[in-house]
């Protein structure tokens, strides 16, 4: 199971559609309800980091990762994370911003956030609707997965 990657981020971050993506799925639209352990990822629902008492379900998770992925939705303005939070993993923590594509989309204040979150390295800047920057996170995922098997 150490070949999986957590991916948390707050509600509606485009975490299960980002899986989709890069499994070459069909985007469909599902709302997470619990952890899923389905193919190489964890999927979490939003709700475990915007309810603080749920912090300890997404550290638990993450022993069973090889990395952690914070999603951050770049038409969000506020950050979910709280500061520092990458700090609380003991797995290396990268950033995706999210929805970049979106004509409301702010991704310098959605990397500033993920840095206030303690993340100092890779972070990505994707699209899951128009594939922008999808091949290089695929590339870092393949990576990962294949490392660890």
């Known amino acids: 199971m150490k070949n999986k990657i957590l991916l948390m981020g707050g509600i509606g971050a485009g975490k299960t559609t980002l899986k989709q993506r890069l499994l070459n799925e069909s ?13 190489i990822f964890i999927d979490c ?3 475990y980091l915007e309810i603080p008492r749920y912090y300890h379900v997404l550290i638990d998770a993450s022993f069973g990762a090889v990395e952690v992925w914070a999603l951050h939705d770049a038409t969000r303005r506020n950050c979910p ?3 520092k939070f ?3 993993f003991r797995r290396p923590v990268i950033g995706v911003v ?9 991704p310098d ?3 500033n956030n993920l840095r206030k979150a303690g993340i100092v390295g890779q972070i990505y800047h994707v699209s899951a609707k128009t594939g922008d920057g999808i091949q290089e996170l695929a590339l870092h995922m393949s ?3 294949s490392q660890s098997e």
């Open 27 to 39: 985007l469909v639209y599902l709302k997470t309800q619990s952890l899923d352990y389905s193919s």
């Open 109 to 111: 204040i959605a990397e």
């Open 86 to 88: 990458a700090t609380a």
């Open 81 to 83: 994370f709280p500061p």
């Open 143 to 145: 990576s990962l997965t």
């Open 98 to 106: 999210t929805k970049v594509d979106h004509c409301d989309a702010c």
């Open 45 to 47: 629902p939003g709700e």
